[in-house]
């Protein structure tokens, strides 16, 4: 772990199981780095993944070190599933070193998140949108079976 920085494990672990389990109406996990910085913690979970999209899109999102992890339902008419997403969103205003200790610290929070179909790292809001997250998810399965047009 990067020197200073912990992640609260028991807190991320309970979390990323809720949004895994298929009874939970928990959809998506998001963690931030509190005030000092020195600890990843929850910051909130939920099921309408556009409360993230209003905080990245306002104006503290710009100066926010964030990792998210999402459940998306994709496939086709043939066959829906739970497929999930890892992002790491970097606001356009974050100090170029802080930018930089994300790729060691993000490693501690994959080693409590391991599975996920797609991950995604940005610090564009157009990248965070449901329907370009969704879409990505999609493509990255493969074949993408249905009855034909």
């Known amino acids: ?5 912990s992640v609260d494990e028991e807190a991320v672990s309970a979390g990323y199981q809720d949004v895994r389990d298929d009874e939970s109406e928990t ?3 998001m963690l931030t780095y509190q005030e000092d910085n020195t600890k990843i913690s929850v910051h909130k979970s939920g099921s309408d993944y556009s409360e993230v999209l209003t905080e990245l899109g306002g104006e ?4 926010l070190r964030a990792y998210i992890y999402l459940r998306v339902v994709t496939g086709d008419e043939m066959s829906k599933r739970h497929k999930f997403v890892l992002l790491t969103w970097c606001g356009p205003s974050v100090p170029p070193l802080r930018k930089a200790k994300m790729s060691l610290e993000k490693s501690q929070v994959k080693a409590l998140m391991k599975n996920y179909a797609v991950e995604i790292q940005t610090s564009e809001l157009e990248d965070m949108e449901l329907d ?3 879409e990505r998810v999609r493509k990255s399965g493969g074949a993408n079976y249905g009855p034909g047009k």
């Open 132 to 134: 370009n997250i969704i």
């Open 60 to 63: 503290a999102g710009e100066s």
């Open 1 to 5: 772990m990067p020197k200073g920085v």
């Open 27 to 29: 959809k998506f996990l």
